[in-house]
């Protein structure tokens, strides 16, 4: 008896070291040297192959919390008001794999940050740089490049695509320097 | 020994209800017919279960003790037990009683719910309250749309008027509650729910969400504000006008920090570009008496301080930290401080 | 009262071959295969009561963070997981659990004079069930993955929008898990006490404890399945992308919170209704006569029962329903107070005529009365709609729901734990412990929960994890944190008390309270077998209205493990039926199902690839053994031996 309560007492233990969800409310801004290293063209001298950008910071891609706000800030700052919930309008949609300036985290969020030629304004000084990363975040599940436990759900909106966490996963073409053309 | 203690505890219970009387933001210390009514209505029904209780737990003393037995080995049963007529009658007499006093307080229930909703008016004021995480927009409709006036967290209300409030959520339930005014109404996403509310004594009347809307769920306050018609009136057409130009160097520096920085993406100040319907809005924001939904003063520290951090006030609240130079913090606290 | 020598266990040939037939398996493997209603009633209890303890320990660092304003010892992340599951362990993993399942699965059999629970292996199947259930909620809780929403989850906070992760999703599992167990356990006791009852316990004869689960059983089979539904709807909504409750696309919030209540509010009957019925066991056995009025109290608990899912919308009274409804259900709550009422006047007549002798387990009667009367009364302040839109989701609510459930549920508990302590383990409980153990929680609980009813009335609203210093609430929450203090130690000396007692307590004979009803006819604790032979009963109180000389049953096999099965009514015997011996289905269905449940909130496919598993080990269960195959049920007319 005395050696089973041990036993279980020591599995709750055990339990307890495991990785936990990690929700941060407040979290410290990331190292300075993302914008200077993404490359947002396709062109470079030489040819060969694209570097990869930078990966994101461990975090935002591994907490449905982050994930979860980068769906609100998306909805709360506007971007739906040029890329339409992921479907595209004025700006180019966010959930097929095609990407002008690289689908990378860090061209992402370079994107966000400096702001593209025709239309992207740059949020610099406007958003803070977590927020950025969260809208990251949420932007790769709009194409289906989170698992489907941290992608959100359907919003509390009306029905007018599925939710990220049903986007069957595309791969992102990297950067094609092409707006996609309307069909 | 066992009595001593019940009817001791029972006095307890009396005199902490009788202490707690003067409290601010008590149901018991009504400010209104409304909550005057639910005053009485909690004190009859108060003395009808004390009486009861003292009853109960004076039968069951006695009844416990009158012919104990104090052997510690099992005695013989009773087969026929004497009484058991006396009992039944006083049993079936119990019975009769309470269904009577059930019926009683029903009655006295429902006449009571009728008074609390009773209200009714011409041309009642309508004020639109949409709660959000964590903050309450406070809107009071008009049918011209500059005459629309839209603050946050502080509802002003003329006294001794009825006026209609008119509840939705923009994102979960949340709930309505000002205990010196009236009963709570729930704030339901995908519901227009209507109440009347009427406060028959100027002050300033704190109330709080009383339903579990999340992180800040605690720190989220809002005040009423009942003043004679003419204030109201008047502070509805200060209301209304958009912030004032800025009249010396360091609000204009101010305002230009506001328009530059995070601030813009979500707040609104009418009068200037800054139209994010996001957070709360802040035209009006220093003739307010408290900030960040009740929880702080509106003093120049307080407001530094929550605009530099507010996560350390309200973690998981919606507004992100701002960190800045002290010089565009002065400025901009200068800018925020003129916005009466 | 004296011990009939028929029923009870003695050394003897017979006692040896039932002793054979009926007795558990040894080792790792045996513990796994046991399906004895003692064994799994004992399990129950001691489960139920870690999880107690567990939300015990919640409720002390809820107390901690609200003991002083603008407290730093959670953040909200914490506290919102921490209250959640507070509640969800106290409602789900704790009262239900113990004061149904645990009581009624060890007490129903011995009480009724059966061998076994009705359907063993389906009874140990809902323990397993129960603890999937423990483990998927806890282990949220350590993962920092915990439900975070209350215990009851509103929409549209846990829905898919404002609760993003897995931690509702858990929550609404867990539901699932435990309500499954509670089923299972209705559908064993229902049987057991319509067709296993001893010959002679007509309806009018059964104790008002077997009344009571008979009634419960019935009010889980109806008001679970509402709350299962409810939280599959949520999860659908959270994982299969459906609209049940998003206003945008034509749901519904308030359809939640109705099917939660018309769930939730029997449920708080299926835990208070044990109470009630313990509490009128220990006074008829220590007033030493019959209860007063047990018609009257067998018809209180059904109407119960009944009334207890009419009153749901008093849950609901700040929603902004309509005033005529809202009134219909402020009648109808109290209209619930009436057969209670009766119970509380039968039980003082019963102590009035009686010869009352206030041993231990009548401390806890007492504390019965004095709390859950002032949570009763509380409750007839919240049924009238203007003062319950007052202090609706504030601490007077919980101030109530507390008086009402530890006082009605927890008080009874305790001194059914020291009623039938000799019983289950076989000797004493120590009785200056039981007795400081009692002061110890009473006047904590007291402190705690009697200040929060001033504290709702000066405005304090509930779920908070902290609160302003100018609110003036910090010395009534310090005075509420002190009381559980002691209520802490009076749980620690009630747990070292069972330790103790267990070693070095006086050994107890059959029936050291010289009570009626069956279960002390058997030894203490009883033989695997339950009774040498299946009693006859005469009277209401078995044990004290039997003839001179015991009339028993004979003629029912000990080489297999056979029950008898009487008529419903009436109780004349009417066949015998063989029950299954240890098994390991029960465990390994339970695994499997665990697996596809926990699976289905990760990805619907586990729902699919899970049926194969599931088939597999439905016809394992149900796999007839040799025996069975060739036996056919038998009708033989029954003799009594005299």
Sequence with gaps: MAYRLALAALLLIVLAGCEREDRRFRPSPSAANILNSVQVSGLHPGGGPLQGGPALPGYYEESAYAVNEGKRLFNQYNCSGCHANGGGGIGPPLMDPAWIYGGEPGNIFATIMQGRPNGMPSFRNRIPEYQAWEIVAYVRSLSGQLPSDVAPARGDDAYFKPAEQAMPKQTPTGITGVPEKKK | MRLARQVGSGLVWICGSAILSDAQGSILRPAGAQAGNVEWLYWTIFWIAFVVYVLVVLAFTRAATRNRVRDKEPVPVLQNPPGERGALIAVHSALAITVITLFVVLGMSVVTGKKVEGLTSKNPITIQVTGHQWWWEVTYPNSQADQTVTTANEIHVPVGKPVVILTSSADVIHSFWPPNIRGKRDLLPGYQNAFWMQVDEPGIFRGQCAEFCGYQHAHMGFAIVAESVDDFSKWLEKQRKPAELPTDEEIGRGQQVFLSHACVMCHTIRGTGAASRMGPDLTHLAGRHMIAAETLPNTRGALAGWIVDPQSTKPGSQMAPNPMSSDDLNALLAFLQSLQ | ?642
């Excluded at chain 3, 307590?505 to 006819?521: F, R, V």
Aim: proline share 7%.
């Design chain 3, 1 to 642: 009262m004296a011990v009939a020598d028929p029923i009870i266990a003695s050394p003897s040939e017979r006692h040896e071959r039932l002793a054979r037939t009926w007795s558990d398996g040894r080792g790792v493997y045996g513990w796994f295969t046991n399906v004895h209603h003692t064994t799994i009633g004992r399990r129950y209890m001691i489960t139920s009561f870690l999880f107690f303890v567990l939300g015990g320990i919640l409720a002390a660092l809820i107390r901690l963070q609200l003991a002083r304003p603008e407290n730093h010892l959670l953040d909200p992340d914490k506290y919102n997981q921490i209250f959640t599951v507070h509640g969800s362990t106290m409602i789900f993993l704790f009262a239900v659990p113990m004061m149904y399942q645990a009581f009624g699965v060890y007490l129903v059999p011995l009480m009724v004079g059966a061998r076994n629970i009705a359907f063993p292996r389906l009874a140990a199947f809902s323990y397993y069930i129960y603890v999937g259930g423990c483990l998927l909620l806890w282990g949220g809780l350590l993962l920092n993955i915990g439900a975070d929403t209350g215990w009851f989850s509103y929409v549209t906070l846990s829905g898919p929008a404002f609760s993003p992760g897995k931690r509702v999703d858990f929550w609404a599992q867990m539901i699932t898990f435990t309500e499954l167990s509670a089923l299972a356990v209705a559908v064993c006791l229902i049987v057991t006490i319509f067709k296993h009852r001893a010959p002679g316990m007509t309806l009018n004869r059964m104790p008002l404890l077997i009344w009571e689960k008979l009634v419960l059983s019935f009010m889980v089979i109806f008001a679970m399945p509402a709350v299962m539904l409810v939280s599959s709807m949520l999860l659908m909504d959270r994982t299969a992308n459906t609209h049940f409750f998003n206003p945008a696309e034509g749901g519904d919030v308030l359809l939640y919170q109705h099917l939660f209540w018309f769930f939730g509010h029997p449920d708080v009957y299926i835990i208070f209704l044990p109470g009630a019925a313990i509490v009128s066991t220990l006074v008829t056995t220590f007033s030493r006569r019959h209860i007063f009025g047990y018609p009257g109290i067998v018809v209180a608990t059904i109407a119960t029962g009944f009334l207890g899912f009419g009153v749901w919308v008093h849950h609901m009274f700040a929603t902004g329903l309509p005033q005529l409804s809202e009134s219909f259900f402020t009648a109808a709550t109290l209209m619930i107070v009436i057969p209670t009422a009766y119970q509380f006047f039968c039980w003082v007549a019963t102590l009035w005529t009686g010869r009352p002798q206030l041993r231990l387990p009548m401390l806890w009667v007492g504390g019965f009365f004095f709390v859950f009367l002032i949570g009763g009364l509380s409750g007839l302040m919240l049924a009238s709609v203007p003062v319950d839109q007052q202090v609706h989701d504030t601490f007077f609510v919980v101030a109530h729901f507390h008086y009402v459930l530890i006082g009605g549920a927890v008080f009874p508990m305790f001194g059914a734990l020291y009623y039938w302590y000799p019983k289950i383990v076989g000797r004493m409980a120590n009785e200056t412990l039981a007795r400081v153990h009692f002061w110890l929680f009473f006047i904590g609980f007291n402190l705690t929960f009697f200040t929060m009813h001033f504290l709702g009335l000066r405005g304090m609203p509930r779920r908070v994890y902290t609160y302003l210093p100018e609110m003036h609430w910090a010395s009534l929450n310090l005075i509420a944190t002190s009381g559980a203090i002691f209520m802490t130690a009076g749980v620690l000396v009630f747990l070292f008390n069972v330790f103790w007692s267990r070693e070095k307590g006086p050994i107890a004979t059959a029936n050291p309270w010289g009570a009626g009803t069956l279960e002390w006819g058997v030894s203490s604790p009883p033989p695997p077998y339950n009774f040498l032979n299946i009693p006859i009963v005469s009277g209401r109180e078995a044990l004290w209205d039997d003839p001179p000389h015991q009339p028993v049953v004979s003629g029912l096999r000990d080489d297999v493990r056979e029950m008898l099965l009487t008529n419903s009514l009436d109780a004349e015997p009417e066949g015998r039926e063989e029950q299954p011996g240890p098994s390991i289905w029960p465990f390994v269905s339970a695994v499997v199902v665990s697996v596809v449940l926990i699976g289905s909130i990760f990805t619907l496919w586990a729902v699919v690839y899970g049926i194969v598993p599931i088939i597999i080990t439905i016809v394992g269960w149900i796999w007839p053994t040799q025996r069975e195959a060739s036996q056919t049920r038998s009708h033989e007319k029954w003799s009594v031996a005299p």
